[in-house]
Nanobody, 124 residues
Framework: QVQLVESGGGLVQAGGSLRLSCTAS????????MGWFRQAPGKEREFVAG????????DYADSVKGRFTISRENANNTMFLQMSSLKPEDTAVYYC?????????????????WGQGTQVTVSS
């Protein structure tokens, strides 16, 4: 069972940037798409960004498109989420996830492995 560990969250002012990392205990390449999801208090978990097994295909929620960039380094078993122009509505716990499929998905139920989450708080 793979373990996923997120890092890089924190408190930032609106308009600022953060870079989240997700490191896997085993290889994250080879047939595994990855994704970032977030959950704010009292809200459903929502899709943020996804990436296919080799990084050639990415997908973004409309709310973050143009501000966030997802990437991965399979050699280092790590995935990233570069977040810029942050807004207070981006405040949430951010989770990384892995699915046993080549291509990304927007449905959190398609992912079998999850990290513990990292808090991102954007102040106005």
């Amino acid at each position: 069972q793979v373990q996923l560990v997120e890092s890089g969250g924190g408190l930032v002012q609106a308009g600022g940037s953060l870079r989240l990392s997700c490191t896997a205990s085993t290889r994250i390449s080879s047939l595994y798409a990855m994704g970032w999801f977030r959950q704010a208090p009292g809200k459903e978990r929502e899709f943020v960004a996804g990436i296919n097994w080799n990084g050639a295909i990415t997908d973004y929620a409309d709310s973050v498109k143009g501000r966030f960039t997802i990437s991965r380094e399979n050699a280092n078993n790590t995935m990233f989420l570069q977040m810029s122009s942050l807004k207070p509505e981006d405040t949430a716990v951010y989770y990384c996830a892995r699915r046993s499929n080549l291509n990304p998905s927007r449905a959190w139920t398609d992912f079998g492995s999850w990290g513990q989450g990292t808090q991102v708080t954007v102040s106005s």
